[in-house]
């Protein structure tokens, strides 16, 4: 929706000691018949809470989240003709949030601004036509609300004995220090409307188990490794402090809080005397046990629950099958996306850190677009990724919003520049959107920051044409590495950066071809064929061994395919030698993970890649899941078979990257794969292996639903399938003749040929 602007950013005259509360009443236009509409326009410098008349006037929280706010604040619009009186009283409280409170890992706050701010617009349509516009102005009041102390790393204080109901009567005193807001600069011109969907409540999830800890604390146990808070309704002594920590894990009994570096995570909540109801809605903790003390009387399980929050997100994709830690892991692959999908994608939802770290979502971004439709979420972060590439000459930052150039560079991060996986993401992301929903508006809007990301690292190959330069992540948390060392991995960065100058060269050149950039088309083309002998020419020997001889070089080689018969068949059998004397173990980081098993079946070894995914013994996909855990782990041995955390300090318990072996999972053993962009054709592939007796799995594509299960039984295989309307398949079974299928269900018998 668009708005013109006639309201001003506004903020208190001074510190009023808490979270400001802004007031305005508001009493409606006499004579001009009922109301017929009401908008509210609003966003904030921080994170808002709107009411009238003590009403939210919407369901999300932590709005209007962030953006990358030098150039782009978003804002919301609420229809609140329902919330209308004849006399109203228009309240917002703002938090920190992004905007003012800590972030990154140095302790710095305000990086952003130092003053807290509203912008709000409230425009009411009456039956003759008439129109009363209210804005923020100097006419509003602020004084100090019951939120103390907000942040989004270390937790928020809440005093409900500075609630005053007069904050929501109109023509009420309020005994709290009252003051009148002021103008605060600010540009309109950098509002913008959300893009991608706000963040909500969504799951609430009781307690499984409540005890005492071996130091005498009580813990709370919510059975799932969660982001949010908790809330609940209790009474007490007046002044009494409630205090909530939040952990993922637990070592020795205790919360195991280690992890978190220095956020405090702690959330506090003093008692009025009377009936009070706590909710933190400005910050979040990523946590699956609460340590609560102070509470009065007997903690029970019915006593606290706690909010799953994430952005809004429809799920889309399903997947099961016969074998239930598979299924686990699909779960905790589910719920890590919904954890770090909160305004943006994060790399983990409960240190100090929670940033949109691009390497991340380049490897995760297909697995995702399957589970949810993240179409709108990831546009909008990718909005920002242009704004912040733009300013930067062409440089793709580490993490998007760029808030790393706001702080002092760690030694062991130089000043950034265009960097293998991270920066790809501007090329890898809208491509994954365009293959999963068909939308050409993702890459023409996208286009100039495609192209210039390869253009930039263009300029940056050696003169032998090789990416071979500079500072690069490379495979990042190689297991192999020392858990303080995570970026000394064992395949050379260069083999690692020139494929993936490859592929994005190659997929801007498919992009520049469909959008009718032919010259661009060619020029990024000869790029990546440049590109491909180089890499072939520098990197491969005769024998099909690529320099530095490990896993992940071999995977990207095959997958990204700069390889010619029969060299890839080589690089296949290497691969595969490399992955037995693994004992299947995983050997990848963060750049070969996401493509080792498409690498292995794609070069006939189906059986090495069930073997890899089906081992329990760290490092593994499943090992995680054996030791009980509910998201994807950071690390594979995040947590050691003895209980005991992994000593690195990067150690988080919910870190989607890992989790992208999913995107394998519904395409190989589920067997729905895009044929075209969209699912407009669909290839339906299933691979039988790894000792599964069934499988099935689901899309609801732009079309409709896609649905495919499979079961072998006495040697033999049944396949049923599902296509909408509009939608055609290939079925493609091993040992049969490709078979195309039209709209509606099938059902089709075969020899089993799987792995074992």
């Not at 994005?504 to 469909?514: D, G, K, M, N, P």
């Not at 020997?541 to 068949?569: K, M, N």
Request: net charge negative.
């Amino acid at each position: 929706m668009s708005v013109s602007w006639s309201a001003s950013m506004i903020t208190p005259y001074a510190d009023l000691g808490s979270a400001p509360l802004f007031r305005k009443e508001v009493e409606l236009d006499a004579g001009h018949g009922r109301v017929e509409s009401a908008v509210l326009h609003i966003s904030s410098l921080g994170v808002f809470d709107a009411a009238i008349n003590g009403r939210p006037v919407g369901d999300d929280v932590l709005s209007p989240g962030w953006s990358s706010y030098e150039w782009r604040l978003r804002y919301r619009s609420y229809d609140v003709a329902a919330h209308l009186a004849d006399r109203n009283v228009l309240t917002v409280a703002v938090g920190n949030g992004w905007y003012r409170g800590r972030l990154g890992f140095s302790g710095m706050r305000e990086l952003y601004g130092d003053r807290l701010g509203i912008i709000a617009q409230l425009e009411i349509g009456f039956a003759d036509g008439h129109r009363q516009v209210v804005v923020s102005d100097g006419t509003w009041t602020v004084v100090g609300s019951d939120v103390l102390a907000d942040d989004i790393y270390d937790g928020q204080t809440i005093d409900a004995r500075r609630r005053d109901p007069d904050w929501y009567a109109f023509g009420a005193k309020q005994q709290w220090g009252v003051l009148n807001a002021r103008g605060l600069d600010f540009e309109v011109a950098r509002l913008v409307p959300y893009v991608g969907p706000p963040v909500k409540r969504h799951e609430v999830l009781a307690p499984v188990k409540v005890w005492s800890s071996p130091s005498g604390r009580t813990l709370v146990d919510f059975g799932q490794n969660l982001v949010g808070w908790l809330r609940f309704t209790v009474r007490g002594p007046r002044g009494a402090e409630i205090r909530i920590r939040h952990a993922e894990v637990l070592e020795d009994g205790e919360l195991g809080v280690r992890p978190l570096r220095d956020a405090q995570a702690t959330d506090r909540f003093i008692l009025s005397g009377g009936e009070d109801f706590f909710e933190p809605t400005m910050t979040f903790h990523g946590f699956r046990y609460a340590e609560i003390s102070g509470w009065p009387g007997e903690l029970t399980s019915a006593s606290v629950e706690a909010v799953v929050v994430h952005s809004e997100l429809r799920r889309t994709g399903f997947f099961e099958c016969s074998e239930p830690l598979l299924n686990q892991l699909h779960r905790n692959v589910v719920w890590g996306t919904k954890g770090n999908f909160l305004d943006l994608p994060t790399d983990c939802p409960q240190r100090n850190e929670r940033l949109g770290w691009t390497g991340d979502i380049a490897a995760f971004a297909p697995s995702a677009a399957y589970l949810f439709d993240v179409g709108a979420f990831l546009s909008d972060w990718l909005v920002d990724l242009a704004l912040e590439q733009r300013h930067h000459e062409g440089v793709v930052p580490f993490v998007i919003p760029d808030v790393l150039k706001l702080l002092p560079s760690p030694p062991e991060f130089p000043k950034p520049d265009s960097t293998a996986v991270w920066s790809d993401a501007a090329v890898w992301v809208p491509w994954t959107l365009y293959q999963a929903y068909g939308d050409r508006g993702v890459l023409e809007r996208q286009y100039d920051s495609m192209a210039a990301h390869v253009r930039r690292v263009g300029t940056l190959t050696s003169p032998n044409g090789l990416w071979d330069t500079g500072f690069q992540f490379g495979d990042w948390l190689d297991p192999d590495a020392s858990p303080h060392e995570p970026w000394n991995a064992k395949a050379d960065r260069g083999v690692v950066a020139t494929a993936c100058l490859f592929r994005s060269a190659r997929i801007v050149a498919e992009t520049a071809a469909l959008l009718g950039r032919a010259e661009d088309a060619a020029d990024f083309q000869a790029l990546a064929d440049r590109t491909r002998t180089a890499f072939n020419t520098h990197y491969v020997s005769s024998d099909g061994i690529i320099v530095s001889d490990c896993t992940t070089v071999y995977t990207l080689a095959i997958t990204f395919g700069l390889l010619d018969e029969p060299a890839e068949q080589l690089a296949g059998k290497r691969l595969t030698e490399l992955v037995a004397e693994s004992g299947y173990r995983i050997s990848t980081g963060f750049a070969g993970t996401p493509f080792i098993t498409d690498a292995l079946t794609k070069t006939g070894h189906l059986d090495a890649a069930y073997a890899l995914l089906m081992q329990r013994e760290c490092p593994s996909w499943l090992y995680p899941v054996t030791m009980g855990a509910t998201t994807v782990w950071e690390r594979w041995d995040s947590m050691l078979p003895d209980g005991t955390i992994n000593p690195g300090e990067m150690t988080s318990f919910n870190h989607y990257a890992l989790g992208a072996v999913a995107d394998w999972m519904h395409r190989v053993i589920g067997g729905i794969a895009p044929l075209e962009p969209g699912y407009s054709r669909v290839l339906i592939a299933p691979r039988p292996g790894g000792g599964l007796t069934w499988a099935k799995t689901s899309l609801d594509t732009p079309h409709g639903p896609i649905r495919v299960s499979w079961r072998t039984d006495n040697g033999g295989l049944t396949v049923e399938t599902e296509l909408p309307a509009g939608v055609t398949g290939i079925l493609s079974l091993d040992g049969e003749p490709d078979t195309e299928l039209g709209a509606g269900p099938h059902t089709t018998q075969a020899e089993e040929t799987s792995t074992t």
